[in-house]
C-alpha cells in the first residue's frame, strides 16, 4: 500500500501524519521523515502531552547540527500510521528541545563575534522507523513522487 507524504510546505520535508502512544496516552502529531536522522525523535512538547516524566528518563547521545548532545530517552513508544492504522513500535526514541546554532559572524575576514539563532527541531521519523517498519521509501523531486510503500 502506498501511503502520499505530505510537502512542508515552509520546509518542502515530507511529513506524515501519525498518532503517538506512551503508556496508554495517544496524541496526534506530523512527523517529519527524516532520513538523514539515524534515530527518531519528539519534541519536548510533544513529551510533555505524552506526559512523559523527563526526571525518570534514561539518558542517550544523538548527533545533530549542534554536534553530540546527552538527550532523555524513553523506550516502547509506538507510532500509528493514522491512514493504515499499523504500529511500529520503537525501542528508543530521543526527546529533543529547541536547539541553539551559532554563526560566526565576519567583517574583511575578521571574526567580530557570534550570532545564535533558536532552531526548533519537529517531531522526526528517522531510519529506526523506516527500518522497523519494513517500509520503502520513495522521494522524487524530479516525477514529484513523495511516498511510503508498505
Known sequence: MKLQLQLDRQSGLPILPVALTYNGKSIYRLAVVDTGS???SITLETAKLLDIDLE???????VGVSGIKETPVISEIGVIILEVGKIINLKEIHILDDVKITHPE?????KIGERIEQA???NLLGLDFLKESGAKLVISFKQQEFYIEL
Do not use: A, C, H
Request: avoid cysteine; aromatic fraction near 0%; hydrophobic fraction near 20%.
Open 38 to 40: 539515524t534515530s527518531s
Open 56 to 62: 525518570l528518563t534514561n539518558r542517550g547521545k544523538i
Open 106 to 110: 565576519k567583517r574583511s575576514g575578521i
Open 120 to 122: 526548533t527541531i519537529p
